[in-house]
């Protein structure tokens, strides 16, 4: 090959590394998804539906969502397969942090769960104001229950709740006791085909679909507070987390218009979640 062609032919491949470098860089440029483990209420309640078009809209952020029980989720963070984690179970969540798996959380929201029955109530507890009682009334009459079984932040406050009526639920279940080891949704359609009680937070409820002859039959009780948080991936143990989309998803959902879009969001007119951020011991 004499200089000419070899000049020629340098400066071609030159030429087109460049290209394939402004290429791969265009792409990194415009990569600018994340995702969040998150909980199957935010999921099954539409929250994402009708929320994450928003983000991308006011943020230009894809959010792809992983929707498991809370305990799932932290784990899924805990192995660095996702930017952020969004989930209801604050001890857990404290967990999560002083294991160094996020520096930082941030409440977001709140509702509660709502004690869900057949209208035949055949352990009597419709009306009941203290939670602890409709749960021992169950346990006493044998009546069915529907436990998710997953880890999740509801599962984690039943078996709280549980533990607070003074029933070991490990020692005293039976066969009128179920674990399906699934998600909400399913658990409500568990409990609707078999005539069963089961603890479901209000959102997912609303949402349901297949409610069937199920109602809510317990309401109110402040042991069913049920905060939301959200913790940014610590990027110094997983340097994959995309930390500053992350950060800027966190910070829309605690802003003031994010707090505001939360708020918005209601079927037939009922607020399915209560914003927060501002609430420093929420």
């Given at each position: 090959?004499n200089?000419r062609?070899?000049?020629r032919?340098?400066?071609g491949?030159?030429?087109f590394?460049?290209?394939?470098?402004?290429?791969?860089?265009?792409?990194?440029?415009?990569?600018?998804?994340?995702?969040?483990?998150?909980?199957?209420?935010?999921?099954?309640?539409?929250?994402?539906?009708?929320?994450l078009p928003?983000v991308?809209?006011?943020?230009?952020?894809?959010?792809?969502?992983?929707?498991?029980?809370?305990?799932?989720a932290?784990?899924t963070?805990?192995r660095?397969?996702?930017?952020?984690?969004?989930?209801h179970?604050?001890?857990?969540?404290?967990?999560?942090?002083?294991?160094g798996?996020?520096?930082?959380?941030?409440?977001?929201?709140?509702?509660?769960?709502?004690l869900?029955?057949p209208k035949?109530?055949?352990?009597?507890?419709?009306?009941?104001?203290?939670?602890?009682e409709?749960l021992?009334l169950?346990?006493d009459k044998r009546a069915?229950?529907?436990?998710?079984?997953?880890?999740?932040?509801?599962h984690?406050a039943e078996?709280?709740?549980?533990?607070?009526?003074?029933i070991?639920?490990v020692?005293?279940?039976g066969?009128?006791?179920k674990s399906i080891g699934?998600?909400?949704?399913?658990a409500?359609?568990?409990?609707?085909?078999s005539?069963?009680y089961?603890?479901?937070?209000?959102?997912?409820?609303?949402?349901?679909?297949?409610k069937?002859d199920?109602?809510?039959v317990v309401?109110?009780?402040?042991?069913?507070f049920n905060?939301?948080?959200v913790?940014?991936?610590?990027?110094?143990?997983?340097?994959?987390?995309?930390?500053v989309?992350?950060?800027?998803?966190?910070?829309?959902?605690i802003?003031?218009?994010g707090?505001?879009?939360?708020?918005n969001?209601?079927?037939?007119?009922?607020?399915?979640?209560?914003?927060?951020?501002?609430d420093p011991?929420?």
């Open positions: 090959m200089f062609c070899a000049a032919a340098f400066i491949a030159v030429a590394g460049a290209i394939v470098l402004a290429a791969a860089s265009c792409g990194a440029r415009q990569d600018r998804s994340i995702v969040v483990a998150s909980t199957t209420s935010t999921q099954d309640s539409g929250l994402f539906d009708y929320l928003i991308t809209e006011k943020t230009g952020i894809t959010v792809k969502v992983i929707a498991q029980g809370t305990g799932q932290l784990d963070g805990r660095g397969d996702a930017d952020v984690v969004f989930v179970a604050k001890a857990a969540e404290l967990k999560f942090l002083a294991d798996e996020s520096l930082k959380r941030y409440p977001v929201m709140y509702n509660d769960f709502v869900i029955g035949s109530d055949p352990a009597g507890i419709k009306g009941v104001k203290d939670v602890s409709a021992r169950i346990k069915p229950f529907i436990s998710r079984g997953d880890r999740s932040g509801t984690i078996l709280n709740l549980w533990k607070e009526s003074g070991d639920i020692d005293d279940k066969s009128w006791y699934q998600g909400m949704g399913a409500l359609n568990t409990a609707a085909a005539d069963a089961v603890l479901s937070d209000r959102a997912t409820w609303i949402h349901f679909k297949n069937g199920l109602q809510i309401e109110g009780d402040k042991h069913l905060q939301y948080g913790m940014l991936v610590n990027p110094q143990k997983h340097p994959n987390v995309k930390s989309l992350g950060q800027r998803f966190i910070d829309y959902l802003s003031p218009q707090q505001n879009d939360i708020a969001y209601k079927i037939n007119g009922e607020q399915l979640f209560y914003p927060n951020a501002n011991g929420a």
